[in-house]
């Protein structure tokens, strides 16, 4: 079921928007060479507490994961790109980090994710890292930009679409953007690859996430042994980026602007 919400709901979105931002660039901050994943969770993990905000991440078990999550963050590590599923790990320098977060603040949730390379960039590699990383954020940019009263949500797709193709990447579209409101994940599936004109009326009270992700050299991706952590068949690296945004009478409105 897909549910609009009211100007009043909107504004109560606002402090879980803010809180996702503030956990991301926290993360962000502490995630240096030799940090390791666990330690980047407790960070989070912290927050939490200290916010009194409730995990999306730690109960949640749907289909296609083993078992329950049990971790609050996302840490997807060079050709990791969803579901990182925190483990004991030292970051190196030259690691390509996404990392994805959502939390409940006052029953209603927010979702962003953002990638970066720790330290130095590995050799030969700044300027593809560099490349993957923007292309993601370019490919939000112009999906958010997209997202306006009387489209669909084909416009979204195509204009991440678009991004991607031009800098010679393929899309996956088994996982892509959602809803979001009272629960993490909701309709409507928001994939990364669409025709505009297409789908579901964008209309104001409309929130949803929306997170382009590409691998380097291949669109096929595996779940890892973990049971979560999805990968590229072809070990080439990945990045994610993703806001939650609510649609208005004037357009889009990033809620987990950082």
């Avoid at 993990?45 to 994961?65: L, N, T, V, W």
């Avoid at 320098?93 to 996404?98: A, I, K």
């Avoid at 994805?100 to 970066?116: I, Q």
């Avoid at 629960?183 to 004109?197: E, F, K, L, S």
Wanted: hydrophobic share 40%; charged share 20%.
């Amino acid at each position: 079921m897909i549910e609009l919400r009211t100007p009043r709901e909107i504004e109560e979105m606002r402090p879980a928007g803010r809180f996702v931002a503030d956990v991301l660039l926290a993360v962000q901050e502490a995630a240096g060479v030799g940090v390791n994943l666990l330690e980047l969770d407790e960070v989070a993990h912290k927050m939490i507490r200290d916010q009194g905000a409730e995990s999306c991440y730690i109960d949640y078990h749907p289909s296609f994961g083993a078992m329950p999550f049990g971790k609050v963050i996302c840490t997807s590590v060079n050709d990791a790109v969803l579901h990182g599923l925190p483990h004991d790990y030292a970051l190196r320098s030259g690691d390509l980090l996404s990392i994805d977060f959502a939390a409940s603040v006052n029953g209603w949730v927010a979702d962003s994710a953002l990638s970066f390379v720790v330290g130095e960039p590995a050799p030969g590699r700044a300027e593809a890292d560099a490349t993957l990383i923007r292309t993601t954020e370019v490919a939000l940019e112009a999906g958010i930009a997209a997202a306006r009263p009387g489209g669909k949500i084909g416009d979204i797709s195509a204009a991440i679409a678009e991004v991607a193709h031009a800098a010679g990447y393929s899309i996956n579209t088994d996982f892509g953007g959602h809803g979001v409101g009272r629960t993490m994940h909701g309709d409507p599936h928001v994939p990364n690859n669409g025709r505009a004109g297409r789908g579901f009326p964008l209309k104001p009270g409309l929130v949803i996430a929306v997170e382009p992700w590409f691998l380097e050299t291949t669109d096929e991706i595996f779940t890892d042994p973990d049971g979560w952590t999805l990968r590229s068949v072809d070990g080439s690296r990945g990045a994610h980026s993703e806001h939650t945004i609510a649609i208005t009478e004037d357009g889009p409105l990033i809620l987990t602007a950082r």
